[in-house]
């Protein structure tokens, strides 16, 4: 995780703790870490620069059509993760 997600982990955390107390369920909690845990074993596999990217990627490539400058095609990152095709 990037230190700039510290923050957004933090906020999200304390909202959905707040829900899951009132409503004494944990699915969303549970959803939320697994999501975090994908951003913290990319992060830590790949590297905050690599993270940074793919996220620019993501908010630009929708808009221009463009991947972001060090972006790479997803086919390719799935065969460096060892993803299934």
Do not use: C, I, N
């Not at 959803?31 to 994908?38: F, I, N, S």
């Not at 059509?65 to 390719?76: F, I, K, L, N, S």
């Amino acid at each position: 995780m990037t230190p700039e997600d510290a923050a957004s982990f933090d906020r999200q955390w304390r909202a959905l703790m707040a829900r899951a107390t009132e409503q004494l369920d944990l699915t969303e909690v549970q959803d939320a870490l697994e999501a975090w845990r994908q951003v913290a074993w990319v992060t830590s596999v790949h590297g905050a620069e690599t993270y940074r990217t793919t996220l620019a990627s993501a908010r630009t490539r929708p808009r221009t059509g463009e991947r972001a400058v060090g972006a790479v095609p997803w086919a390719q990152l799935k065969a460096e993760l060892g993803l299934p095709e």
